[in-house]
């Protein structure tokens, strides 16, 4: 083999390394992102409550991805003024099995029903459940004003 068909050989052979590099790197990037759950809509009475994702276990389409989040601050969240005694809908993608839902006091989740309390202030609530898909938790919310 001369030098020359030598020296384009390597070039082939490293070029073709390098784009399979970039397209091996892209797949993966774009997998990582794309494997969550869907978010939940929220209804706290008349007003859609902004719903942020929290810890999960999903998989999709062979591949699987787990977060782990502590639990959040008030602060953490986009709080949407309500009234006191609202209704809280929760509509999933699809109805969970297990389906959740608790109310965030002094740092513990506790069982609650899906009512926001009478009394004026800051309230968190966590609600999620198991799909076939893995489970999935979600945090919101919500301020009653004086």
Same mark, same amino acid.
């Given at each position: 083999?001369? @030098?020359?068909?030598?020296?384009?050989?390597? &070039?082939?052979? &490293?070029?073709?390394?390098?784009?399979?590099? &970039?397209?091996?790197?892209?797949?993966?990037?774009?997998?990582?992102?794309? #494997?969550?759950?869907?978010?939940?809509?929220?209804? #706290?009475?008349?007003?859609?409550?902004?719903?942020?994702?929290?810890?999960?276990?999903?998989?999709?389409?062979?591949?699987?991805?787990?977060? =782990?989040? @502590?639990?959040?601050?008030? =602060? =953490?969240?986009?709080?949407?003024? #309500? !009234?006191?005694?609202? !209704?809280?809908? #929760?509509? /999933?993608?699809?109805?969970?099995?297990?389906?959740?839902?608790?109310?965030?006091? %002094?740092?513990?989740?506790?069982?609650?029903?899906?009512?926001?309390? =009478?009394?004026?202030?800051?309230?968190? /609530?966590?609600?999620?459940? %198991?799909?076939?898909?893995?489970?999935?938790?979600?945090? /919101?919310?919500?301020?009653?004003? !004086?």
């Amino acid at each position: 083999m001369s @030098g020359l068909r030598r020296k384009v050989l390597w &070039i082939v052979v &490293i070029g073709l390394l390098v784009v399979g590099g &970039i397209l091996y790197a892209t797949s993966f990037w774009k997998s990582g992102t794309s #494997v969550k759950p869907p978010l939940p809509t929220v209804r #706290v009475g008349t007003v859609t409550a902004e719903v942020k994702q929290s810890t999960y276990c999903w998989s999709d389409g062979g591949e699987a991805v787990c977060e =782990d989040h @502590g639990l959040p601050e008030a =602060d =953490d969240l986009q709080l949407v003024p #309500v !009234e006191a005694g609202a !209704e809280i809908d #929760v509509e /999933f993608h699809a109805e969970p099995s297990n389906a959740s839902f608790h109310q965030l006091v %002094d740092g513990e989740l506790v069982p609650a029903e899906p009512v926001v309390p =009478d009394e004026p202030g800051v309230y968190v /609530f966590e609600t999620g459940g %198991d799909w076939p898909q893995g489970d999935s938790r979600y945090v /919101f919310g919500v301020e009653v004003k !004086e």
